[in-house]
C-alpha cells in the first residue's frame, strides 16, 4: 500500500497509545505486504515476503492494546524511552516488538510485567507532532514468544521465536467464519458508528485467521480476552472464542437497543399527550369552552363554598386552589394537590345528623338491644335530658344563669370509657346507644396500633400520605356527630414511630377537640359534637393522663340469672336465625340452660354460652334434616350432655373435692376476664422451717405468703397450733395453675387460712371462698374487684365469702338475687376469717369406762 493511500485513510482516526495513552473508539484497517497475500504467516527462517525479522527485537510496551498479525493500528508514542526505540527502528530496519502490558495502569511497565506472546510489526509511517510525542502506523507481521530480555536501557531488547499459527481447511472452519461474519454483520448493524467501507472489507476477507485477527481489532473487548486470542495456536480455536464475545456482545448490543426504545416510546408518549392537550386546549378556547382543568378548578371552588369550612380551613383551601391552577396537569404536584382539595371538601365541615331526644323511646331502645347494664343507660339517658333541656334553653334565648363563660367553652359531645370483661356487650352497646340517639355508628379498631400517624395522619410531605383514621372514619360516614367508638384502647402499643395513647389525647381532651388538627389537614377540625366512647378490659394499661380525660363506667359480669334471661331473649332467637331454624322448632327449658351455664362456660360475659346454644342449634338442624318433616326439638338438662359431650366444669364439685383435704383454701381473685376462683394448696414434708412457693407468684403475691407464714408462726400457740411444727417441717405453698401467672395481695388471708388448716388438720369449709390483704399484725386489709369476686364465688356456688370489713359498702354494686344467694362475713382480724373458714377442731374419743373388779 502506497503512503498516499494511506494518507488518505488515516485523517480522522483516533490513536491506541501505548504507555499512558488510552485508545478511545478508533477504526482500524488491515493491510497486507507486498508478496504476503495468500501466506498463513513467517516461514521458517523468518521471513514475511520482502521482510526479515530478526532474533533480537526492539521491545515497545504497550498498555490497553493488543496488536495482531496482519492488521495495521495507529500508535502514539510520548516516553523517552519509547520515542528513542522508535527513532533507532526507523533508521534500521523497521521492525520492532509490540508486547501488551499485563496491567495498563502502569507507567513503566518492567520485563515481568510484559505478556510473553507479542506480535513483530513494521512502522510504516512516522508523524512527529508539536508536543514531543511521535504518531506512527505499525502492521503486525507474525507472532513470536519472548525467551528473554538482553538489555532495559536505553529501551527493552529481548531474543524471541516466531509462533505461527496452526490452521486447516475443514468443514468445520468454514462453518465458523460464516457464524462470525453474520455475527460480526449483525453486531455492525446494531454500532451506527462504524463505517460501511470496513464492515464491507472485513466481509471480503477470506483467509481465516485474518479474519479472526481483523475483528478482534476492531471490535471491543477485555484486555485479557484481546491477549488470550493473540495466545491461541489454533485458528479454529480462535474462531470459536471469537464467535463467543461477539454473541456475548451482540446480547448486550440488543438489551441496549431495547431500553432505549422503551425509554423513547415513552418520551414519544409523554411528549404527544402534552401536544394533544395542547391542541384540545385550543379547540375549545376556539368553541368557547373551558379545558379539563378549568372545569375541575370550577367544581372544586363549588366545592369549597358549598362545604361550609371554617374560616380557616377555607383560607388555606382557597390558596391550594389557586397554586393547583396555575400548574400543568402533568406536574407531580398537581396529583398532590388535587387529592388535598378533595380531602378537604369531602369532610361533614357543617353535615350533622338530628338527635332523637326522646327519653322514654332510648330508654325503650335500649332495654330492647341490652339486658341489664343499668348504670350505662341512665349515663346515656342523662345525656339526651341535658342535650334537651340545652336546646330549651337557648331557645328562649340563652344560658339559664345568664352568664357567658368566654375561657371555657360549652361542652357539646361527651367520653366515656366502658371497662369491662370480654363478652359483657360494650362494643354493641355503642351501636344501640347511637340507635336511641338517631346518629350514626363508626368504630375504630385500636387493638395493636404503634403508629401515632395512625391517629394523626401522615404530612403531606410524604408520598402517598393521608389523613390519620380518625378523619377517615368521618369522611366515611359523613357525619361530625357520629357516635364515635375507639374499642380496645387498653391494647394499644408504642415504638419508634411514637405513642398512639399520646396522640389520643387531643382526641378525647373536650377542652381541645374542638381544633383537632390532623397532621395531613393542618387545619382545625371540630370533634367536640361527636360523642366518644373507648372500651377496655382493664384499666392499668391506658396511661394516667388518658384515663383523667374520660367518665369510667365499669361493666361487671353477669349473674347466673342475668345469663339464662340474656340467652332467653337475645342469644337463642339469634341462634335459631343463624341456622336456618324457624321459632318454635328448638326449646330451651331452664334448667338445660341452666346446665350449660354451669356445666360448660365460666366466663363474665355470654360468648361462650352463645358457642354453646349455637353448637346445639346446629344438631338440632341435622336432626330435623335427617327426620323429614318431623316436629319441634325440646332441649332438657338431661339432652344437654349428648349434645355437647362431657360437661367442662364441676360447679360446687370441684371446690368439695379440692378442700376436703386440710390445707386447701379457695380464694377470690379478679382478672382481665371478670372475676374468678382459684385454689391455695399447702403440704407438709420431713425437714426444718423451709418455705417453698410455686405457681409462677408475683412478687407481691409472694411478699403476701410470707407475710402468713410469719403471722401464723408468731401466733401458733394462740390459734392452738403445735410450736415445734415448723422446727420439724418444710413447707410448700403453691397456686394452680402453674402456667397462669398471678400477683397481687388480695391471697393473704386464704393463705394463712390454708397454713392454719394443714398445721392444726382442721380443713377449710367446702362453701366458703375469701378475700383479702393480710398485715404481719393480724389485720384484714380492703381490697378491689369485690364485685367481679362476688359474681366468680357465686358462679363456683360457694355460699359463704369472707371480705374485709371495709369493702361491706362494696356490696352495694352487687345484684340483689346474689347477696341474697351468699352469706357475707366481715373480718377486721385474721383470727375472725380463721374461725368462719375453718372446720371446728376434733374432739379425742373418750376411752370406755373399765368394769369393776370382783372381788
Known sequence: M???????????????????FVAPDTAFLTINLPGTEGKAGADDEGAVGDLTIPENLAILPLRGVVVYPLTAIPLTVGQPRSVRLVDDAVGGQRIIGLVTSKDAELETPAPEDLYVIGTAAVVHRLFRAPDGTIRLLVQGLARFRLNGFTATEPYLRANITLSPESSEDSLEVEALVRNVREAFQRVAELVPSMPGELLAAVLNVDDPRQLVYTIATYQRMELKDAQELLEMDSVTAKLRRLLGLLTKELEVLELGKKIQSEAQSSMEKVQREYFLREQLKAIQRELGEKDEQAVEIEEFRQKIEAAGLPDEARTEANRE??????????????????????????????????????????????????YGLKDIKERILEFLAVRKRRQELRAQGGPADGVVDHVRREREGVILCFVGPPGVGKTSLGQSIARAMGRKFVRLALGGVRDEAEIRGFRRTYIGSMPGRVIQSLRRVESRNPVFMLDEVDKLGADFRGDPASALLEVLDPEQNREFRDHYLDVPFDLSQAMFITTANTLEPIPAPLRDRMEIISLSGYTEREKLAIARHYLIPRQVKENGLRPGEVEFD????????????????????????????????VKLAEAEGAGGVAVTAADVERYLGRPEYFYTEEVAERTALPGVATALAYTPVGGDIMFIEATQMPGGKGFQLTGQLGEVMQESARAALSYVRANAKALGLAE??????????????????????????????????????????????????????????????????????????????????RNEKDLDDVPDDVRRDIKFIFADRVEEVLAAALEPARRPARKAARPAARK
Open 2 to 20: 502506497t503512503a498516499s493511500k494511506w494518507t488518505a485513510l488515516l485523517p480522522g482516526l483516533e490513536p491506541v497509545g501505548p504507555e499512558g
Open 321 to 370: 386552589l389557586d397554586r393547583l391552577s396555575k400548574l400543568p396537569t402533568a406536574a407531580a404536584e398537581y396529583g398532590v394537590i388535587r387529592t388535598y382539595l378533595d380531602w378537604l371538601t369531602s369532610l361533614p365541615w357543617s353535615k350533622a345528623t338530628p338527635d332523637n331526644l326522646d327519653i322514654p323511646h332510648a330508654r325503650t331502645i335500649l332495654d330492647e338491644d341490652h
Open 590 to 621: 331452664d334448667a338445660a340452660l341452666a346446665q350449660i351455664v354451669r356445666s360448660y362456660t365460666r366466663e363474665a360475659g355470654v360468648r361462650g354460652l352463645e358457642r354453646q346454644i349455637g353448637a346445639i342449634c346446629r344438631k338440632v338442624v
Open 724 to 805: 415445734d411444727f415448723f422446727g420439724r417441717y418444710d413447707i410448700h405453698l403453691h397456686v394452680p395453675a402453674g402456667a397462669t401467672p398471678k400477683d397481687g395481695p388480695s391471697a393473704g388471708v386464704t393463705m394463712a387460712a390454708a397454713l392454719t388448716s394443714l398445721v392444726s388438720g382442721r380443713p377449710v369449709r367446702k362453701e366458703v371462698g375469701m378475700t383479702g390483704e393480710i398485715t404481719l399484725r393480724g389485720q384484714v386489709l380492703p381490697i378491689g374487684g369485690v364485685k367481679e369476686k362476688v359474681l366468680a364465688a357465686h358462679r363456683a356456688g360457694l355460699r359463704t365469702v369472707i371480705l374485709p370489713r
